[in-house]
T-cell receptor, first 114, second 116 residues
Framework: SQTIHQWPATLVQPVGSPLSLECTVEGTSNPNLYWYRQAAGRGLQLLFYSVGIGQISSEVPQNLSASRPQDRQFILSSKKLLLSDSGFYLC?????????????FGSGTQLSVL | AQKVTQAQTEISVVEKEDVTLDCVYETRDTTYYLFWYKQPPSGELVFLIRRNSFDEQNEISGRYSWNFQKSTSSFNFTITASQVVDSAVYFCALSEPNSGYSTLTFGKGTMLLVSP
């Protein structure tokens, strides 16, 4: 069966520090991968998606970036965190090549930027 | 642009009560999919249902039921005989017509609190 792992679960970082959140998927090949952010009191906002290694599409301009160095690995990064980057970050995957497929989500990372 | 509105920010009920979570969507596409996800306190979103725009039949799964009304652009979710374990944030979402991947537009969620 497929599983998705996200870490760390919680993270407290000072403003201006770098960020690296990692997500890996097991039990499937060639998944579509996604990063969503859930700010307090808001719904989920799609940040990035990827349909293959090295292929990253950004939905929202910001100081975050994403990379996909391996087929089942998706990394969210920042060189310098802002207060507004605080939120709950969720990684997700879906079956490649199918539209309107359901997303499978990881357990999320609660990021607090102080 | 696609939009999903969940007007109910928070609902509180007592166990065994029925509760309906509202979802209204906007889209110009004729083909689309609607979803409901549950987010328990642990944080992970759990898929509940997917519905395509051509299937307006209501669906029932145990204590859960969904009412899709294309005429009013609504996809409401009812929990019958609610239980404490139903306490969670529930998200309604709408798919965007892209090729080869799934991008969902989510509502802001409805927090359901079920007290014993």
């Amino acid at each position: 069966s497929q599983t998705i792992h996200q870490w760390p679960a919680t993270l407290v970082q000072p403003v201006g520090s770098p960020l690296s959140l990692e997500c890996t998927v097991e039990g499937t090949s060639n998944p579509n991968l996604y990063w969503y952010r859930q700010a307090a009191g808001r719904g989920l906002q799609l940040l990035f998606y990827s349909v293959g290694i090295g292929q990253i599409s950004s939905e929202v301009p910001q100081n975050l970036s994403a990379s996909r160095p391996q087929d089942r690995q998706f990394i969210l990064s920042s060189k310098k965190l802002l207060l507004s980057d605080s939120g709950f970050y969720l990684c997700a995957w879906s079956v490649r090549g199918r539209i309107n497929e359901k997303l499978f989500f990881g357990s999320g990372t609660q990021l607090s930027v102080l | 642009a696609q939009k999903v509105t969940q007007a109910q920010t928070e609902i509180s009920v007592v166990e065994k009560e029925d509760v309906t979570l509202d979802c209204v969507y906007e889209t110009r596409d004729t083909t689309y999919y609607l979803f409901w996800y549950k987010q328990p306190p642990s944080g992970e979103l759990v898929f509940l249902i997917r519905r395509n725009s051509f299937d307006e039949q209501n669906e029932i799964s145990g204590r859960y039921s969904w009412n899709f009304q294309k005429s009013t652009s609504s996809f409401n979710f009812t929990i019958t005989a609610s239980q404490v374990v139903d306490s969670a944030v529930y998200f309604c979402a709408l798919s965007e017509p892209n090729s080869g991947y799934s991008t969902l537009t989510f509502g802001k969620g409805t927090m359901l609190l079920v007290s014993p």
